[in-house]
């Protein structure tokens, strides 16, 4: 698996000379404690570093910038213990380049009526000392995320969570590098695109590399690397040559093998964590990236067909949010528009992921009837069951679109003469209605299908990254 880096949040709190030392230094130890009590949760997955209590502009401009050029600070979580004016925040807050969360929170659950006097409200005024500075980042137009509740709740801590994985993809987004092989497939409009705004707007670098490059690679790739790939295949995955001769079945899986490993040491090699392919411009592959593409999708990687290099980008960074955890390039291909049977089948032509099988995946060789090479190897398999989001990015002229709805996914019946891996899925709002909003608001038939991923955390990326949202809910 393609990791990232570990990344870690700081955490401040705000509050002013107003209420004494006294007061600040309870200030700083709640906050302390809630830090070490979120890291002791074990439902974040990265640490949360407490820097303390925030108390005047010079000291939260100073905080903002060190969090900009520290690598390693993937956000910033706020919580006012306080009131803290916010004109203190302007300067910091407008400088900050990082996603900003802010925990409206308050350290004690309840009110405690018996024993409550003056000294407890000036410790404990979080309920209006968040409004002071919710106003200012409203004002800042920052569409900054706010977490609303009391901080031990595991509802709210579960939301800290799923941001803090939308944040390290946000951070992550500006790293991600998509090796393009060979161009867009040919008079297809969908799968163009601007990228120059891209890295401008969502960090993603692009570029093309001839596949001749790629195919010197690949063929340098020794034998012995290929039998040892092969024994890790047959620990994985089962092996039917069906109704291949077994030669002709080794060879076909060996080569798919041999494209795995080149395009990886060819990604690796140059920082790529995300590629495509075009069936249309092959020159000196003898088959379809199958298997292979296959391969690497599982570890990670990110990957679009007919050279669609936004959907590598964002399977990439989707795969980052979701610890690569059942969140695949996908495509519609097929319907069922018969009442009561509404869905839509997804697959590719071979490349899908196999992080979704619910079967255990079997390596098979057919014709692909298509591309005009030797047949692929691939594996097949069928999907899962549950609820999942599907979401695409479009590129229109004012920009990016981000377009997505819930789905429930169900497992396609036997498709005995087509030979690929399979995924079902309904819009939530109905195969009607969601598609008749999918189509009108210009979205194509690649996507990203996630089990791991809510709408709220597309909502909070795109939000981050500045893109229009479609959202069909
Ligand atoms: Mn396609």
Same mark, same amino acid.
């Not at 949040?9 to 107003?18: D, E, H, P």
């Not at 209590?53 to 000291?59: C, D, F, S």
């Not at 890295?199 to 020794?222: F, K, M, N």
């Given at each position: 698996?393609?990791?990232?880096?570990?990344?870690?949040?700081?955490?401040?709190?705000?509050?002013?000379?107003?209420?004494?030392?006294?007061?600040?230094?309870?200030?700083?130890?709640?906050?302390?404690?809630?830090?070490?009590?979120?890291?002791?949760?074990?439902?974040?997955?990265?640490?949360?570093?407490?820097?303390?209590?925030?108390?005047?502009?010079? =000291?939260?401009?100073?905080?903002?910038?060190?969090?900009?050029?520290?690598?390693?600070?993937?956000?910033?979580?706020?919580?006012?213990?306080?009131?803290?004016?916010?004109?203190?925040?302007?300067?910091?807050?407008?400088?900050?380049?990082?996603?900003?969360?802010?925990?409206?929170?308050?350290?004690?659950?309840?009110?405690?009526?018996?024993?409550?006097?003056?000294?407890?409200?000036?410790?404990?005024?979080?309920?209006? =000392?968040?409004?002071?500075?919710?106003?200012?980042?409203?004002?800042?137009?920052?569409?900054?995320?706010?977490?609303?509740?009391?901080?031990?709740?595991?509802?709210?801590?579960?939301?800290?969570?799923?941001?803090?994985?939308?944040?390290?993809?946000?951070?992550?987004?500006?790293?991600?590098?998509?090796?393009?092989? =060979?161009?867009?497939?040919?008079?297809?409009?969908?799968?163009?695109?601007?990228?120059?705004?891209?890295?401008?707007?969502?960090?993603?670098?692009?570029?093309?590399?001839?596949?001749?490059?790629?195919?010197?690679?690949?063929?340098?790739?020794?034998?012995?690397?290929?039998?040892?790939?092969?024994?890790?295949?047959?620990?994985?995955?089962?092996?039917?040559?069906?109704?291949?001769?077994?030669?002709?079945?080794?060879?076909?899986?060996?080569?798919?093998?041999?494209?795995?490993?080149?395009?990886?040491?060819?990604?690796?090699?140059?920082?790529?964590?995300?590629?495509?392919?075009?069936?249309?411009?092959?020159?000196?592959?003898?088959?379809?990236?199958?298997?292979?593409?296959?391969?690497?999708?599982?570890?990670?990687? =990110?990957?679009?067909?007919?050279?669609?290099?936004?959907?590598?980008?964002?399977?990439?960074?989707?795969?980052?949010?979701?610890?690569?955890?059942?969140?695949?390039?996908? /495509?519609?291909?097929?319907?069922?528009?018969?009442?009561?049977?509404?869905?839509?089948?997804?697959?590719?032509?071979?490349?899908?992921?196999?992080?979704?099988?619910?079967?255990?995946?079997?390596?098979?060789?057919?014709?692909?009837?298509?591309?005009?090479?030797?047949?692929?190897?691939?594996?097949?398999?069928?999907?899962?069951?549950?609820?999942?989001?599907?979401?695409?990015?479009?590129?229109?002229? /004012?920009?990016?679109?981000?377009?997505?709805?819930?789905?429930?996914?169900?497992?396609?019946?036997?498709?005995?003469?087509?030979?690929?891996?399979?995924?079902?899925?309904?819009?939530?709002?109905?195969?009607?209605?969601?598609?008749?909003?999918?189509?009108?608001?210009?979205?194509?038939?690649?996507?990203?299908?996630?089990?791991?991923?809510?709408?709220?955390?597309?909502?909070?990326?795109?939000?981050?990254?500045?893109? /229009?949202?479609?959202?069909?809910?």
């Amino acid at each position: 698996m393609l990791n990232v880096p570990d990344y870690e949040f700081w955490f401040v709190a705000g509050s002013q000379f107003l209420y004494g030392e006294e007061q600040l230094k309870n200030v700083a130890r709640d906050a302390e404690d809630i830090v070490k009590r979120l890291n002791e949760s074990g439902k974040l997955p990265y640490k949360v570093v407490c820097k303390g209590v925030m108390t005047t502009a010079e =000291g939260i401009t100073k905080f903002m910038k060190d969090v900009n050029y520290h690598d390693e600070v993937a956000g910033v979580i706020t919580w006012m213990h306080t009131f803290s004016p916010a004109k203190n925040w302007i300067r910091g807050t407008v400088l900050l380049q990082k996603p900003l969360l802010h925990l409206a929170t308050q350290y004690r659950e309840d009110i405690p009526y018996e024993t409550i006097d003056f000294d407890y409200m000036n410790l404990n005024q979080s309920a209006h =000392g968040d409004r002071e500075y919710a106003y200012l980042n409203s004002r800042l137009d920052l569409k900054n995320k706010i977490v609303y509740g009391y901080w031990a709740d595991p509802e709210v801590q579960e939301e800290i969570a799923s941001w803090q994985d939308v944040a390290v993809a946000y951070n992550e987004s500006f790293k991600l590098k998509v090796c393009r092989f =060979g161009d867009t497939m040919r008079d297809v409009a969908v799968t163009e695109g601007d990228k120059v705004q891209a890295q401008i707007q969502l960090g993603w670098t692009v570029d093309y590399w001839p596949v001749g490059d790629l195919v010197e690679v690949v063929d340098a790739v020794s034998e012995g690397d290929i039998d040892k790939a092969y024994q890790e295949l047959q620990q994985k995955y089962d092996l039917e040559p069906q109704a291949n001769p077994q030669d002709k079945f080794e060879s076909s899986v060996r080569y798919q093998l041999r494209e795995y490993l080149g395009i990886k040491k060819f990604l690796d090699d140059r920082g790529y964590t995300a590629f495509c392919t075009n069936f249309q411009d092959l020159k000196g592959l003898k088959q379809l990236p199958g298997l292979a593409a296959q391969l690497l999708m599982a570890e990670g990687y =990110g990957f679009g067909a007919e050279g669609d290099w936004k959907h590598a980008a964002l399977t990439r960074l989707l795969k980052i949010m979701a610890h690569n955890d059942r969140t695949v390039f996908m /495509e519609d291909y097929t319907l069922d528009l018969r009442h009561g049977h509404e869905a839509i089948l997804g697959a590719h032509m071979l490349e899908v992921d196999p992080t979704i099988a619910s079967d255990k995946p079997q390596v098979q060789v057919h014709p692909l009837d298509i591309g005009g090479k030797d047949d692929p190897a691939r594996l097949v398999f069928t999907g899962a069951e549950g609820e999942a989001v599907d979401v695409t990015i479009a590129d229109f002229r /004012e920009g990016f679109r981000l377009i997505y709805y819930p789905v429930d996914c169900r497992k396609a019946a036997a498709t005995p003469h087509l030979p690929v891996a399979k995924q079902l899925w309904t819009p939530k709002t109905g195969l009607k209605d969601g598609s008749t909003r999918w189509l009108a608001a210009g979205g194509g038939h690649h996507t990203v299908l996630s089990f791991r991923l809510t709408v709220q955390q597309l909502h909070d990326l795109g939000t981050m990254l500045g893109v /229009e949202l479609v959202e069909i809910v």
